[in-house]
């Protein structure tokens, strides 16, 4: 199973700024993105008449205790939902953030860092 990559895209603060551009999430397999570092926000569009859900894998331990894997409810129809900044504290060893998804049809996302 090899989750489906997301390309990072940062905010440009002069001249037209950022036009966002959306990827269909992946629910068979999940997403990842490569962490860069900084402020790294999720917009997350749901178009579809169902809710989705989304779970960021987390990795870590504090003070050996698992982490819990952060969930959010996306809303059906007119979800548009702006989710960050992420912690590092999802970024798994390999550098990279999991994502995994309930569904996928109707619903996009875009990952977004703030420089």
């Known amino acids: 199973m090899a989750r489906t990559a ?62 819990t894997d952060p969930t959010y409810t996306i809303a059906a129809l007119t979800g548009d939902h702006m989710i960050g900044p992420l912690s590092d504290k999802l970024v798994q060893t390999n550098g990279q953030v999991y994502l995994d998804w309930s569904a996928a049809t109707n619903c996009s996302v875009a990952v977004i860092t703030v420089p």
Do not use: C, E
């Open 6 to 67: 997301l390309t990072v895209q940062t905010v440009i603060t002069s001249g037209t700024g950022l036009a966002a551009s959306y990827a269909t999430v992946d629910n068979a397999n999940g997403n990842y993105f490569t962490w860069p570092g900084g402020r790294v926000f999720l917009h997350v569009k749901n178009t579809n008449a169902s809710t989705r859900t989304l779970t960021i894998d987390a990795p870590q331990t504090i003070d050996g205790l698992a982490m």
